[in-house]
Nanobody, 118 residues
């Protein structure tokens, strides 16, 4: 699976941004597509995931109610709509994929930088 993330940028606190991730290479019916982020000086952390076939979603507590993950089966893309952004959301965001049969994400896209100014 190849993943290509895009959509990062500079946004003021309280603003919104939508990240996109284009997936290719194989059928994703048995995959989770997820978003992770890594802030400066911190470890990478899970943000959200979506089950490709059923659309079930799961979020990190700190982004619940502000971020929405979705997928477009026709475009083979997954999105992360981020609202009410805070400086603490500043990070490099990565999209990733794993099969439903494994716990580890095996496929990673390049990161896209999100900077939230105060």
């Amino acid at each position: 699976v190849q993943l290509q993330a895009s959509g990062g940028g500079l946004v003021p606190a309280g603003g919104s941004l939508r990240l996109s991730c284009a997936a290719s290479g194989r059928a994703l019916n048995t995959y989770y597509l997820g978003w992770f982020r890594q802030a400066p000086g911190k470890e990478r952390e899970f943000v959200a995931r979506v089950l490709w076939s059923g659309g079930n979603t799961y979020y990190q507590d700190s982004v619940k109610g502000r971020f929405t993950i979705s997928r477009d089966n026709a475009k083979n893309a997954v999105y992360l709509q981020m609202n009410s952004l805070t400086p603490e959301d500043t990070a490099v965001y990565y999209c990733a994929a794993r099969t439903v049969f494994r716990d580890e994400y095996s496929y990673w896209g390049q990161g896209t930088l999100v900077t939230v100014s105060s």
